[in-house]
């Protein structure tokens, strides 16, 4: 007799999948898999934190200043106290000239390290 899983108790699995694999796409530089890989993950979890930072990171990467800033702001709306996202952030700000946001950023960052309030990504 085989057992039957509803799709629900697969979906994290499955995303847990897709990260790895964006994640070693990434790391092996193919920046588009990855990109396409956390996409596809962010359509059944529009919150997953960990696909919205990396894609944006990927965003950032290939130059793609005003996506990357979208996603990171929702990666940080989800996890506000993610150093990596904060400061990806404002390095993203500071390349589209938005220096006081910027700022806003790598302060909330330095403050929440100061007072170890920081969450790794990892």
């Known amino acids: ?6 799709q629900f108790a697969l979906a994290p699995i499955m995303n847990d999948l897709l990260l790895q694999s964006a994640l070693k796409a990434h790391q092996a530089g193919n ?3 990855a990109a396409r890989l956390c996409r596809e993950l962010l359509r059944t979890d529009p919150k997953n934190f960990n696909a919205l930072y990396l894609l944006g990171f990927v965003e950032f990467q ?3 200043f ?11 709306r989800v996890n506000p106290r993610s150093l990596e996202a904060l400061y990806n952030r404002g390095c993203v700000l500071q390349n589209l000239h938005r220096q006081g946001e910027a700022l806003v950023c790598f ?11 920081v969450h790794q990504t990892r």
């Not at 005003?66 to 940080?76: K, P, S, Y």
């Open 1 to 6: 007799m085989a057992l039957l899983f509803p």
């Open 31 to 33: 920046r588009a898999e």
């Open 62 to 64: 290939n130059g793609q």
């Open 66 to 76: 005003e996506e990357a800033e979208r996603l990171l702001g929702e990666a940080i």
């Open 107 to 117: 302060e909330r960052g330095a403050r929440f390290l100061h007072q170890g309030l």
